[in-house]
């Protein structure tokens, strides 16, 4: 009989969930992914590269023509020049690149701070590198840092902190003063950071995206993680980035090249394409996303859900309170599913410890006009 390494991990709740809705036939804003194609001079580069012959191993760095676009765009976005061959490095998917990290930096008995709700990739490969997370909670209210929880978390044996802003699944965003406060707190300690920002272009209301890209003290000990799949909406093409000074870098490669190698050649051709020509993309995606926001939340108003429309991705919680007090998340979610037919993802999977009396449910908004409008149109009749 095989020792299962990780005794208590299951199915993950996006496969759940998004079997569950093919099945019902229920409208699926549970695992997160648009119901529209990316650009279409994206996926023609694509046709192109694969019928062009760009069909073998790419370099295991990664692109260089592709790196040298994620540099550019860094520069345009955060002000900060990384060198594309020492500092940027492809991954099949941003996962691949929050694993790489982790095992870079975990060893046997070292722990890692994670705040719940955190997103379910972390702690399995904290547990893989022989680390164990410690579970911060953000604040019930606004889901921003907890900083007593967050110093008296802090031990000796603290190596690693993962962040994530925009968050999943709340959707809160970490602001610059706190990615300060955090530096002061890490300031002489030998912690690194992972700092998960795949929605980093899914920023609303006019606010800017607080990466630690600009933040020079914490860059020096961070790995930044990007994900192509959500800024060019093409989850299916499993393709990321991650961003790390130098040393850093190069420690990761030894492990993501024995992971994976490399990602997927002609994927890294359309893209370096597409960045050079439509640099202007990144700067289109806060509208468009905030379009889709504001276009399910005003149909959402007259529903007895409540909520507070979110800073960042493309998720919106809803309260469900006023509606099934008597559920939990889970069963709410699936009862939603079965007999109201909007599939969801409950916040409690999210959490070591999840809070008492919360009826949260998360909904992901990236979806077509139409398909937002039918989703809300049986929300509202729950
Ligand atoms: N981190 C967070 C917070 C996410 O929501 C996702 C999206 N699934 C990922 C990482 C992984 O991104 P990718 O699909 O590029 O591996
Ligand atoms: N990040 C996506 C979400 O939060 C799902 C990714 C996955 O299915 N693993 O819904």
């Known amino acids: 009989m095989i020792t299962s390494k990780l005794p208590n991990v299951g199915t993950t709740i996006f496969t759940v969930m998004s079997q569950l809705a093919a099945e019902t036939g229920a409208i699926n804003l549970s695992q997160g992914f648009p119901d529209f194609d990316g650009p279409d001079a994206l996926r ?101 840092i907890d900083w007593e929880k967050l110093s008296s978390a802090l031990s000796p044996r603290t190596r690693m902190i993962i962040i994530n802003s925009p968050h999943n699944p709340s959707g809160a965003l970490i602001t610059r003063s706190e990615l ?59 393709t990321g980035y991650l961003v790390a000074p130098p040393v850093l870098t190069a420690e990761m490669r030894k492990i993501h090249q024995f992971v994976a190698f490399c990602g997927v050649t002609p994927l890294q051709w359309a893209l370096a394409d597409f960045m050079a020509e439509f640099p202007q993309h990144v700067e289109e995606l806060p509208a468009f996303y905030q379009a889709k926001r504001d276009f399910f939340c005003n149909q959402l108003e007259s529903s007895r859900f409540t909520f507070n429309r979110v800073g960042g991705t493309y998720f919106q919680t809803v309260d469900y309170s006023q509606i099934r ?58």
């Open 325 to 382: 007090p008597d559920l939990n998340d889970v069963d709410m979610s699936l009862w939603m599913t079965r007999e109201h037919g909007v599939a969801s993802i409950p916040i409690s999977v999210f959490y070591q410890t999840p809070p008492e009396g919360k009826h949260l449910i998360r909904l992901c908004f990236a979806k077509r006009e139409e398909t937002l409008r039918q989703a809300a149109e049986k929300l509202c009749a729950i």
């Open 180 to 238: 300060d406060q955090l530096a002061a707190l890490i300031r002489d300690r030998d912690i690194y950071l992972v700092s998960d920002e795949v929605y980093e272009h899914l920023v609303f209301d006019g606010v800017k995206h607080a990466s630690v890209l600009a933040h020079e003290e914490l860059y020096q000990r961070a790995f930044v993680v990007s994900s192509f799949g959500k800024t060019y909406h093409v989850t299916g093409w499993k």
């Open 44 to 144: 023609e580069a694509l046709c192109r590269h694969t019928m062009d012959g760009h069909n073998q191993y790419a370099p295991m760095t990664g692109l260089p023509a592709l790196r040298e676009q994620v540099a550019a765009k860094i520069a345009r976005s955060y002000g900060r020049q990384v060198n594309a061959d020492t500092e940027v490095t492809i991954t099949p998917g941003a996962t691949h690149g929050i694993f790489c990290a982790i095992q870079t930096v975990v060893r046997a008995g070292d722990e890692v701070i994670v705040f719940d709700p955190s997103y379910d990739s972390y702690e399995p490969s904290v547990i893989l590198a022989g680390g164990r997370c410690v579970h911060v909670q953000l604040k019930d209210e606004d889901f921003s």
